[in-house]
């Protein structure tokens, strides 16, 4: 087993980042630097990606080795018995979710921002097929098909016809975040469903603003409701971590640390 990769800034409370897609923290800089002066920020890069592991095979992920690889990080980087903050987002915060079922005295309070676990809603079995519909047509046509019906799905509406395109080669396939993250992410960790029922460590369930009315903004109702957590709206989308950068680390921070903290 390798050691885990993470990245380090900051000064505070720890404050673990746990991104979505494949893990590749790519385009995190400006809210990690926004989140310094209030935080030790540890950024979780679970494939590597960002560590010289971009183009080595990658197979089949499991939510519980990404969850079991963020438990590394905090003992390597937590003092003692302390406690942490934690951020997941997309498949990021599907980690999150089981890092706090197995291991909640490690934990704080955790955020997960627009968790896939659609297998929550009372459509869930169908919404689980739509995603596994997805890695299928990565599969036979590549990204841009693919990209175009998870748009579909996500915005909760019919998809239309496709754009024709080709598959990867595997060559191809490595040396693109987006590309392993539809081949070997997107189908195990929207298959994954949290067990209902309140944590033991407080939680947070986020939806971004732009995404209301679309199925991860219900998605993360319903998983708040199921989980006795609060709900709490970022800015943005899917994409808010992103898209604001600035804000969205003021929303964090005044949900981690409440509403009297100073940006």
């Known amino acids: 087993m390798t050691d885990p990769h993470y990245d380090i800034t900051g000064h505070g409370p720890l404050l673990l980042l746990l ?6 923290p790519m385009g995190l800089g400006p809210m990690t630097e926004s989140l310094a002066g209030h935080f030790t920020v540890v950024t979780y890069d679970p494939l590597g990606l960002a560590h010289g592991r971009l183009g080595e095979p990658v197979e089949d992920q499991r939510v519980q080795d990404w969850s079991d690889g963020a ?3 905090l003992d390597a980087t937590l003092p003692g018995d302390g406690s942490a903050y934690v951020l997941g987002t997309s498949a990021g915060a599907i ?3 089981d ?5 909640p005295e490690r934990l704080r309070h955790v955020v997960a921002h627009e968790p896939p676990c659609v297998g929550v809603l009372p459509d869930g079995a169908r919404q689980q097929a739509a995603f596994q519909e997805i890695c299928a047509v990565y599969r036979a046509k590549g990204i841009a098909a693919a990209g175009a019906l998870m748009t579909a799905v996500l915005e909760d509406r019919a998809a239309g016809e496709l754009p024709e395109g080709q598959p990867l080669t595997r060559e191809e396939e490595l040396m693109s975040p987006m590309a392993l993250s539809l081949a070997h992410v997107l ?22 603003t732009d995404s209301r009315g679309q199925l991860l903004h219900r998605t993360a109702e319903f998983l708040a409701k199921a989980q006795q957590a609060d709900f709490v709206e970022f800015p943005g989308g899917h994409l808010g971590i992103l898209q604001h950068p600035v804000d969205f680390a ?10 009297g903290v100073r940006s």
């Open 19 to 24: 991104p979505g897609g494949a893990g590749h």
């Open 95 to 97: 980690a999150a979710l």
């Open 99 to 103: 890092l706090l079922a197995r291991r």
């Open 250 to 259: 003021d929303r964090l921070t005044r949900t981690l640390l409440g509403t």
């Open 187 to 208: 189908g195990p960790f929207t298959a994954y469903v949290p067990e209902a029922g309140p944590p033991q460590a407080r939680l947070t369930v986020a939806a971004g």
């Open 71 to 73: 438990r590394r990080v």
